[in-house]
């Protein structure tokens, strides 16, 4: 009897000392016993990316059970029973050392490698090459690198849906008869930021017949390169205010592309890394794998988000009523946001 004592004693004392040394970055929900699934995720840096996916995976091992360990500065050996394991590295030299990272994740033979952020992206095509069987998601990036490997997908923002429902803000801000205009600035010139553009102007037009008029929204791109020189973005800016631009849209300044009237952000459109994050592991947990190849994800998904502040709400008054009819009916599939000048010279000539 006092041996079986001695004994229980002893595994009591293991447990505690096990529970000891967990890592205080571990958190989640209680373990599940159904299916388990180990998941990475690596980032470039902080930022809205990684909030976005971290926030993901612990809404997941919440539901599902496991555990999340934020930014392991080591790894640690996986339990699969049952529910999310979750680990997290975020570089921290911009992803310079973005190889390394992706192969030390690679080695633990996660399910899925979910890839934040563009400065990781051509690491990540040549890491998946190395590792057929691993998943790896590229969230936030363009189609360019989808065909490196069949077991890499990339998903892009749709972030012209958000900016047309920007425009359409702006838009209704504009008196009948008035003769103030928008502006666009991007931070630099590219295929994202044009559609970006014309996105904007042909949401502005559909609220407002004094856009439709040719000059009534200027647009000025500060160079090539992202971010730009601060002395062209504020030159811009004060071109603008001169031509009495009413609202002025900011794109690609890093964070959530906004809407400002002077000073103050009325609306706000950004893409949703959680909402991205939690679609690739639910489709994990349901197939057992995640389709490669690319896709473009936007208000249908929910992974894009168009939010006027509380300062443009107040203004937005009775055009929110347009603006939440636009959003359902991009959501549904019954308008196609243009992407291109032709596309949205076109759309603004069929509102006339």
């Not at 990540?124 to 989808?146: E, N, Q």
């Not at 008869?177 to 559909?206: Q, V």
Request: glycine share 12%.
């Amino acid at each position: 009897m006092v041996e079986r004592k001695a004994i229980l004693a002893a595994a009591i004392l293991m447990a505690a000392a096990v529970l000891a040394l967990s890592p205080c970055c571990s958190r989640g929900g209680p373990a599940a016993s159904g299916p388990s699934r180990l998941v990475a995720a690596a980032f470039e840096g902080e930022g809205p990316l990684r909030d976005g996916v971290l926030a993901a995976f612990d809404r997941i091992a919440a539901e599902r059970g496991g555990r999340v360990l934020a930014e392991a500065s080591a790894p640690e050996p996986s339990r699969r029973i049952g529910g999310l394991d979750a680990r997290s590295v975020v570089s921290k030299v911009g992803g310079d050392d973005g190889e390394r990272i992706l192969r030390i994740l690679a080695d633990e033979r996660p399910d899925l490698v979910i890839v934040a952020g563009p400065r990781l992206a051509g690491s990540a095509s040549r890491v998946a090459l190395d590792y057929p069987r691993i998943k790896f998601a590229l969230v936030g990036v363009g189609s360019s690198f989808s065909d490196a490997s069949p077991n890499l997908a990339s998903i892009s923002f749709e972030l012209a849906e958000g900016a047309f429902l920007a425009g359409a803000i702006a838009g209704c801000s504009i008196a009948p008869g008035g003769a103030e205009r928008l502006g666009f600035i991007a931070a630099a010139d590219g295929p994202e930021s044009n559609a970006i553009e014309a996105a904007f102007r042909a949401g502005a037009a559909t609220a407002s017949p004094e856009l439709r008029k040719g000059g009534r929204v200027l647009s000025y791109y500060c160079g090539r390169y992202s971010p730009p020189d601060p002395e062209i973005a504020r030159a811009a800016e004060l071109a603008l205010a001169k031509k009495k631009a009413a609202s002025v849209f900011r794109c690609g300044f890093g964070g959530a592309d906004a809407l400002y009237r002077g000073d103050v952000a009325i609306a706000r459109v950004e893409g949703r890394a959680d909402a991205v994050a939690y679609g690739l592991v639910e489709e994990l947990f349901a197939t057992g794998s995640v389709r490669g190849g690319h896709r473009s994800m936007g208000l249908a998904e929910g992974a894009v988000e168009c939010s006027p502040t509380k300062e443009g709400s107040e203004a937005l008054g009775t055009g929110g009523a347009l603006v939440a009819g636009l959003r359902a009916r991009i959501a549904k599939g019954e308008l196609d946001v243009p992407s291109d000048d032709d596309a949205a010279a076109e759309y603004i000539r069929a509102l006339k």
